[in-house]
């Protein structure tokens, strides 16, 4: 069984269905953290291989910025305390905030508002995202390093990780984001444990195109993501793609 959320990409129809979704979880998920604030993390695959297009003439890449802008939208209704940031992986250029080789923040991790979407609206407007640039499909996912850049801009939200839920979410069309180095794979095992031993809760988005051969997460994504760890409880399937493990 597959637990991770996984998008079958057609249109962007799903969209609105997601936040919709994301709204009437919101009262649920404010009675299972209690006071604790919500902060997400996600990080978009920016490498070439979210570039195909569908039928339609859509990208995954194209619909996960717009994706992140509709969770902005709806959190900014449902809580507004809540922290929204997002993360190019893949780039040729890296922040030079961060200092991860690979990394591009496109949203600082912040309080929900409107300069958070027109950051996003200005990502898609640009189109072929001149600035950072895009790393061949060939190139091993730097999830690694978008993990620490995670870890680090969890490190600053006041009050501490009792007072804070730390999600990351990951959105990718591909199911071996180290591409077979094994390097990566080493220094990838060593973040996630540093990150999950930090309270971070990280859940995979598995993307793949209508007629395409299905997305397999057990080839590489068992160990990274909290939303796999239970994936023989049909009951998580019922979770968003935050979904809590």
Do not use: Y
């Amino acid at each position: 069984a597959r637990a991770a959320m996984e998008v079958e990409f057609e249109s962007l129809d799903w969209l609105e269905d997601e936040g919709g979704a994301e709204q009437t979880s919101a009262t649920a998920e404010a009675q299972k953290f209690g006071t604790r604030r919500d902060n997400i993390m996600l990080l978009i695959d920016a490498r070439e291989n979210m570039l195909v297009k569908s039928e339609s003439g859509e990208c995954h890449f194209d619909s996960m910025v717009h994706l992140a802008e509709e969770i902005i939208k709806s959190k900014i209704f449902t809580d507004d305390q809540a922290r929204v940031g997002v993360a190019l992986l893949g780039t040729k250029v890296a922040s030079n905030d961060v200092g991860a080789e690979g990394v591009f923040v496109a949203v600082p991790l912040d309080r929900v508002g409107v300069e958070s979407i027109r950051r996003l609206e200005r990502l898609r407007e640009a189109g072929g995202m001149a600035e950072p640039g895009r790393l061949p499909a060939s190139a091993p996912l730097p999830l690694a390093s978008g993990l620490w850049a995670s870890s680090a801009s969890f490190a600053g939200l006041p009050g501490g990780p009792t007072a804070n839920l730390r999600r990351v979410w990951v959105l990718s069309n591909s199911d071996t984001p180290c591409c077979g180095d094994a390097a990566e794979e080493a220094r990838l095992r060593t973040r996630v444990q540093d990150s999950k031993q930090s309270g971070e809760q990280i859940a995979l988005w598995a993307l793949h195109h209508a007629g395409a051969e299905p997305f397999d997460p057990t080839k590489a994504w068992n160990d990274i993501v909290s939303n796999l760890d239970d994936g023989d409880n049909d009951d998580d399937d019922d979770d968003d793609g935050g979904g809590d493990g």
